[in-house]
């Protein structure tokens, strides 16, 4: 068997030989306490910076960590009690609440008793997912000892306890049970994962394919109301899968704000379990199908006249598109007789959504009424005290009250989930090896659902983002408040669970943004730089393990952007665990000389790319463009450093140009000079296919790039000074298809990856 690589890290769960030390020092000062919770709740105290030189974490850093996760740092005696109560906690409590073991590795549990229980038989059962039931026996004491504690009026002791079975993958609920008592004495939920991810059978086998990547909202139609929609999507995926495309990847299609559509952005979303309901196609839902009189009003010249000024915009109008499809779908809604077969669906996925669905609709039916009140209402922060936790029984009273409104917002999540579904089972039907694969963003916004429904569950004192960097000088503030890692794991990782699951729905593939978050986030504290953050350790071989099962009952690819500082060893525990790696172009170069790494040396277990959506487009780059929006923007307010960067520009497409020839991708009709070399169509077809020849699995093309436009969809560092996530393709899907030269390149990049696969 091949040894797994571990990733060195500090703890992740409460650490309790770090707890446990704090309990028996002698006269602990705060600065000795914070620094050794800090390092039992995983908070980092030194990290490898962006020039590769070791920086240190603060203790005030430390102790706003701290702070965040909910200990009471600005009181000694309080947050002395506050670990007395933990500590005392977690030893009268038997066992964790969750254990993630893989396939195949032994079932080793750590058992907590008092003394006199300890040489006691106790008997277990594991109560299968699957519907068996699995029993025997164990005595503490024959196990391992492993620790000891002591209160005023009892002892503990922890022993470490083999069990002597192998369950098969799942789900499953581990209880203990004292003799004559029916009650468990303890319980834990048992996570049996496979070894790595899934992959499809023909990308298992060596198969190598290429697809395009697009923002939804991006597509241009001759049906569409002025954004990309699931219908697009469809005919995106069947003409793709005729050129030879086995994918189609996707922007973050998670669920936003539709009161307040201007708050575009997909990485910042209201929830990432539900789906953006502007995606939804109109006319393609069987209640506005059956409704002859809606019908006519759509048909209508005024109506069509609006839809066209919509289309015709260069960037998409939010609240147009949005007013217009939900003022539709709304009538729709109080119109609709759904048949027994469309309720009986509707009603099966309103219970499966559970309460997490239920909080969706509440949250968007309220800031809907809020804003129809004409108060500011962009997040549930703003909103009147008695709403502002979904708990709250103002909120129930309300949602009992408006009922149709919640609904309204159910049956939107119904369609878009349907709509989805269905653009899926197109790429499927049409020979794609994956279909359509979905981007989990990183986070959710302050103001989001999410948050408003699962408070305890994250730490809205502290923001995700970056530490520090070249370009970067501050570091970044995404401002997305970080789940706690103490509460996955009192939660069983059930949320976990919940997200991988939800967006590996009706998809073939997902990409982890920022996938270094299952590892560790950099947390900001709230008002400061992003200079005083620190990072936090997550329990990463477990949430691998539930991404592993998920991925398997999905049959789902996994694909981890893995861009930027990647500290050391996570490479081949992500390898191991059969997540893909993300490299792209630009940013392989060779260290020793600055020269471009040949695709063809590239990790076979990684997709490729030219550009991303956080870069400049092929055209952009090679002209430079990005380097003059950043200066008209305020990028870069020293003159030297933009000077740099036209410097260092220059060099790398020289770079480029020396690859591309001494590949025999471009003809000599392109000069081995870059002073005379603009962006044409053979140098931009020479680079797809150059990407196409290389030993990637996958390789990832732009549509932006296929139509050779310079503007970017989103320039980091900005929110209103460029219209981000806005911008939308130059050319109408049906012309795209009807191009015979771009017919031809998805030829050349089929044949490309064929010939690599062999």
Known sequence: MAHRA???????????????????????????????????????????????????????????????????????????????QEHRQHWLRALDPVMVVRSGEPITLEVRLPIEFVNDALSWQLKLEQGGLLSGQLTPIDGELVGVAEFEEMECQAYRVALAVQPELGYHDLILLEEGNDEPLASMRLIVAPKACYKQPP???????????????????????????????????????AWGAHFVGLNPIHALYPANPESASPYSPSSRRWLNVAYIDVEAVPEFLANARLKAEVANPAFQQHLSELRAKGNVDYTGVVETKLGMLRQVFDQASLSAERQAAFDAFVAAGGDSLQQQAAFDALQAHFYAKGENAWGWPVWPEPFRDYHNPEVAAWMAEHRQDVNFYLYLQFLADEQLARADARAKAAGMVMGIYRDLAVGVSEGSTEIWANRDLYCPKASVGAPPDILGPLGQNWGLPPMNPNQLFEAAYQPMVDLFRANMRSCGALRIDHVMA?????????????????????PVNDLLGILALESHRNQCLLIGEDLGTVPEGIDVTLKENGVHSYKVFFFERS????????????????????????????????HCDDLALGRELGLYPDEDVLKTLYADRHQAKQRILDSLHGHGVISGNISHDVNWVGMNTELNHGLQLHMSRGSCALFSTQLEDWLEMDKPVNVPGTSYEYPNWRRKLSTDLEDIFANEALKALAGKMSQARDEASR
């Open 6 to 84: 571990t990733v060195q890290v500090p703890p992740i769960k409460i650490n309790q030989n770090s707890i446990d030390r704090i309990h028996s020092g002698n006269s602990q000062t705060m600065t000795t306490l914070i620094e050794q919770l800090a390092a039992a709740k995983g908070i980092a105290s030194e990290y490898v910076d962006a020039w590769g030189h070791p920086a240190q974490v603060s203790e005030e850093s430390k102790a706003a960590m701290l702070g965040a996760m909910g200990y009471r740092v600005d009181d000694e005696a309080a947050l002395t009690e506050q670990l007395e």
């Open 203 to 241: 990308i298992a086998n060596g198969r190598k394919v290429w697809g395009p990547s697009v923002q939804l909202y991006c597509l241009r139609s001759r049906h569409n109301w002025g954004i990309g929609d699931f219908s697009d999507l469809g005919q995106l995926v069947e003409k793709m899968a």
């Open 591 to 622: 260290k020793a000389d600055g020269g471009f790494i040949s695709p063809a040396h590239y990790a076979e277990q990684a997709m490729s790319a030219l550009t991303t959506h956080d870069m400049p487009t092929l055209k952009g780059f090679w």
């Open 518 to 538: 299952l590892l560790r986030l950099w947390w900001v504290p709230p008002g400061e730089s992003a200079a005083k953050g620190a990072y936090i350790y997550y």
